[in-house]
């Protein structure tokens, strides 16, 4: 009669093995878990650098610019400003890689009858692209459009006028406007064109002094865009030079598509800031 109750004891101890086994294999189970993740987190570290890579800015289509001062051919510069220097004024730049200028003026002297004066200047800038700011095509956009608002916002333009021009680069505009001043009115001209990363500027404006007529807003306005043509084509060849199949005064006038670019652009850290201006300074009104 005592027999079953010596047998308690041995089903309660297996009883308790039971919980224990569980137990460890709740263990074994987490541990493959961590194990797990581990793994993913690793995987995904590996991921990242191939990620970056494709966040990379792609590189400005235009690595060069031509001479300011020989964009414009010597029949252009005889048509426009006939008593001027064929060599021009060329500006200051402070890196001349990446922005230009040079400026022409002409003073044609009728004696009793007047004279005609003539100004014309190019202004060229190029961006780079930049990993934070963005691509060199962007940057230049931007400030295209910032010098059209300037030259529409010219302090004391009258009969101003202002429309897109095409077959100019990617996209360009032509601003019009009287600017009178002591000497007579003054017929200015401004052309913004955009060559992918390089902006070119040109302006041109022609007055009849002395009591000579002021010239045909018509005719210079005609004269102003075939200068930015000839102009933003200057750019587009200068990045031609030394390419196969390419040659100096290849494609159209208003062509703004590049082959390759011949050489890397330069570091983004010296390309040129927002709202930064290529140096040009307008000569006096008339000349002596």
Sequence with gaps: MHRPAQRLPRILVSAAVVPVMLVAAGCSS????DSG??????SSAKASPSASKAAVVKEAAYAKLPE???VFSSKTLGELVPEASKS???????DAATRGSCSWDSLEDKGVKGSQFRWLSVSLLRFESDQTRGTGEKLASTYYADQVQDARAETGATNAKSEPVSGTGNEATQVSYDLKKKEGTFKQQVVVARAENVVVSVDYNGAGLAGDKAPSAEDL????????????QAVVT?????ESGAGAGSGSGGSASPSKSPSPSKSASESPAKGTKAPATKPPATKN
């Design 30 to 33: 987490d541990s493959g878990s």
């Design 37 to 42: 993740d581990a793994a993913n987190k690793d």
């Design 68 to 70: 300011p001062c020989k």
């Design 88 to 94: 021009g004024k060329e500006g200051k730049s402070d």
């Design 221 to 232: 306005s005609k004269a102003a865009l075939k200068a930015a043509k000839e102009a933003v």
């Design 238 to 242: 200068a990045n031609q030079a030394g």
